[in-house]
């Protein structure tokens, strides 16, 4: 069932923006995942039942040569599709894979709970079989949470990885005319569907037209190099004038007494016949 909808998501995730859904419909396969953790959980919670059942209520294990090898045999397929999953996942940045990994991850444990408890039971002859489940379904049951949290954040909108950020920073910041970047933010509509917008500061001494070119070859490395769509404004800000940059500093030392974390940016004097305006 996991690896239906799985399947599902993707077909659905890879159909192309519509007047509807501009910007694709890559979020559904989030929305598959989490289908996948809600099964795990279901799973769990199913496990857990049965085993407390099995606690009060203990039953005979016996341990069959033939029910062995099965079992054993499942758990080195589920541990193949296990990798597999999670290769696949980390590569594509799917969270509905990585979800389907755990799903298999959770197939292993419970099997393997099976095994441990007939092998006891055989060699010791004690029935360990709902403690072993019950132990299981809590496993699994954190598999389940931790991997509904890993689809429900990007659902609601979380913050880029900080190294996606850090990229985005040097690229950026390796044009010699821009001075600095900020109010950079990153829209994700699923894998492979990013969009970013940012301000980048220049010289308003510069040429708008070399600068213009500038940004413009900016946005299209971001698209070739990263994958995202990009949207820059240009800032100018006043690199020669004097009293412009003696304000700045003053601006800057005030704003870091406050708070180190503070920064300053976007800054520029509006001068008037009886006051002057800082801005920024």
């Not at 994700?188 to 037209?209: F, K, Q």
Request: with cysteine.
């Amino acid at each position: 069932a996991s690896s239906v909808i799985v399947l599902i998501g993707f077909k659905m995730a890879g159909q192309k923006p519509d007047k509807e859904h501009p910007f694709g419909h890559g979020r559904i396969e989030y929305i598959s995942g989490l289908l996948v953790s809600v099964l795990i959980i279901f799973m769990a919670w199913e496990l857990f039942q049965s085993s407390v059942g099995k606690i009060f209520h203990p039953e005979e294990t016996k341990l069959e040569p033939l029910v062995a090898v099965i079992l054993i045999a499942s758990i080195f397929v589920k541990l193949y599709i296990f990798c597999y999953n999670h290769s696949i996942g980390k590569r594509i940045n799917s969270e509905a894979m990585l979800a389907a990994s755990k799903d298999s991850i959770s197939d292993m444990a419970a099997t393997g709970a099976v095994l441990l408890s007939m092998f006891v039971s055989h060699a010791f002859h004690i029935n360990i079989d709902g403690w072993c489940g019950v132990l299981v379904a809590l496993m699994i049951f954190y598999a389940g949470i931790t991997s509904a949290k890993d689809t429900i954040s990007p659902l609601l909108g979380q913050p880029p990885e900080p190294g996606f950020v850090k990229k985005i920073e040097e690229m950026v910041m390796s044009y010699e005319e821009v001075i600095g970047i900020h109010d950079l933010i990153v829209h994700n509509y699923g894998p492979g569907r990013t969009m970013i917008s940012l301000h980048a500061e220049v010289s308003a001494e510069g040429d708008i037209l070399v600068l213009h070119d500038m940004i413009d070859n900016i946005e299209r490395r971001l698209r070739e190099e990263m994958g995202c769509e990009a949207v820059i404004h240009m800032d100018p800000v006043c690199m020669k004038d004097e009293e412009t940059q003696r304000l700045k500093e003053l601006i800057i030392q005030a704003a870091s007494e406050i708070a180190e974390e503070l920064s300053v940016h976007d800054f520029r004097i509006v001068r008037g016949p009886t006051h002057t305006n800082v801005i920024f």
